[in-house]
């Protein structure tokens, strides 16, 4: 028999093709167990049905946990204001992303309140002095075609912005195009395309909302938020909502298409209401057709297509302007359609006057930094009262200063240097503080009389050299008692 040593040495290249086997081997068995491994804790899904069915029941889950954490939050958070009272919570009724909807009571009038998560574009911090301003800023807003905020709370431990506004029976202006309840869920509402509404009805709605976005833009609120959903009707009046959201950074779903529209327009043809009429020009093609606009601009054959010729002439002069670029809010609310339309709201005046919008200097400062996107802060109430006594410290401080120096001048020249020892210490706080006021003018000083000014140097003498007390009898009872 052939010894095993010499099979190997002379057939060199079985025992290559034996070592190449066994690697195969090795790296097969360890793909496989890689593999399961990977494989482990998932289940296979066959068929697009079971895709589409276990996609689905995910997002009802995430939902329902997102809806009961947001109940919780509106019950916390109404523990501490007790006029108002929970009546049920809505479904998503809006497109906004964390936000979360309810009906409230307020001294049993319904109301629609609602709470959203505080945003990343928010230039202010969710403190109690911002929230005072806010609401003053609320209520000082007051016409016929804008809808008031009746309260506007921050909840800095929730992160959250909490708003309350009037309940419509028939919703917003979206509801009324395609026909629904206005409580409904956003995904079944709006399934469905409608009909637009007819271009007299248009036309008077235009007017209307242009007035509100006027007065909006003369307070110095610009309205960046203008669609369908937030023109809420009461009695076959629209009202513009949402205009808040410019203050706390909330944009519309438009501006996903508008914004690199406008960038791509040349600087000097940019102004300050390009987004505003683009948003406007949306709206009132939405109203003519009952469909959104889903580009930054209709083209010209859905124009012709979808609108009257009237509306096909405002929307023209809009977004194919003779002249390559965007008509100022002037501009629209001079075209012929809109000056000719008489508004029933004010009949009974030739020109509409609201109230003085008087705004406090915190309400500009606020304006001013939401506008040049600066942030700030507001004042705790322990900063607040640390404010309110500095303030009176420092008029303590100078007042007492200005009466010791007239009674310095007033006194003899040995008795200041006793005043300023004992209160050396106040005079140097009242310099850091406050800066004392210029000493009277030695030429002219102040007419006193004598009493008075002996009455201070007797005064003054007593504290430099010292007052002797009395003897008083006293009965020690330290001693011990033997």
């Not at 809806?67 to 009272?85: F, G, I, K, V």
């Not at 016409?143 to 919703?171: A, D």
């Amino acid at each position: 028999m052939v010894k095993l040593e010499d099979f190997w040495s002379t057939y060199v290249w079985a025992t290559i093709l034996i070592a190449l086997v066994i690697v195969v081997i090795v790296i097969v068995i360890v793909m496989y167990c890689l593999r399961k491994r990977r494989r482990r804790g998932y289940e296979e899904l066959r068929g697009s049905s079971e895709v589409d069915t276990f996609l689905m029941m995910s997002s009802v889950h995430s939902r329902s946990i997102v809806s009961e954490s947001a109940l919780l939050n509106c019950q916390y958070y109404l523990r501490s204001h007790p006029e108002y009272d929970l009546v049920k919570q809505l479904p998503e009724i809006g497109s906004r992303v964390r936000r979360s909807w309810f009906t409230v009571a307020h001294n049993g009038i319904p109301r629609l309140m609602f709470l959203t998560e505080k945003s990343k574009s928010c230039c202010f911090s969710l403190d109690s002095t911002i929230e005072k301003t806010l609401q003053n800023l609320m209520h000082v807003i007051d016409h016929p075609y804008v809808l008031p905020i009746e309260y506007v709370g921050l909840s800095s431990t929730m992160n959250l912005v909490v708003m309350v506004q009037p309940l419509s029976k028939k919703g917003s202006l979206k509801d009324l195009l395609y026909k629904v309840q206005p409580l409904q869920s956003w995904d079944d509402k709006y399934s469905k395309r409608r009909n637009g509404l007819g271009e007299s009805k248009a036309i008077v709605l235009g007017r209307q909302i242009l007035e509100a976005i006027d007065y909006l833009k003369k307070q110095g609120i610009p309205c960046h938020n203008i669609h369908s959903g937030n023109i809420i009707m009461f009695n076959d009046t629209p009202r513009l909502a949402g205009f808040e959201n410019f203050l706390f950074g909330y944009s519309a779903r438009q501006r996903s298409v508008i914004d690199p529209f406008i960038k791509n327009q040349p600087k000097e043809k940019r102004h300050k209401d390009i987004l505003t009429v683009l948003l406007f020009g949306h709206l009132l093609y939405e109203m003519s057709t009952g469909a959104e606009v889903q580009d930054a601009k209709p083209s010209m054959g859905d124009l012709t297509s979808n609108c009257s010729q009237t509306i096909r002439e405002v929307l023209a002069s809009i977004f194919y302007h003779p002249e390559e670029r965007i008509p100022t809010l002037m501009e629209v609310q001079s075209h012929s359609c809109f000056v000719n339309v008489r508004l029933h709201e004010f009949k009974e005046m030739k020109e509409y006057s609201p109230k003085p919008f008087v705004m406090s200097s915190s309400m500009k400062k606020l304006l001013s930094a939401i506008k040049k996107k600066k942030q700030i802060r507001g004042l705790s109430k322990r900063q607040q009262r640390g404010s309110i006594q500095e303030r009176s410290l420092r008029k303590s401080t100078s007042s007492s200063f200005h009466n010791m120096s007239i009674s310095s001048n007033s006194a003899h020249d040995t008795s200041m240097q006793p005043v300023q020892s004992i209160s050396e210490t106040t005079i140097q706080t009242a310099t850091t503080i406050a800066t004392p006021p210029p000493p009277p003018n030695p030429s002219n000083p102040p007419q006193t009389s004598s009493q008075p000014s002996q009455g201070r140097g007797a005064l003054l003498s007593s504290i430099r050299q010292g007052q002797q007390l009395k003897k008083a009898p006293t009965n020690d009872r330290s001693t011990p008692n033997i």
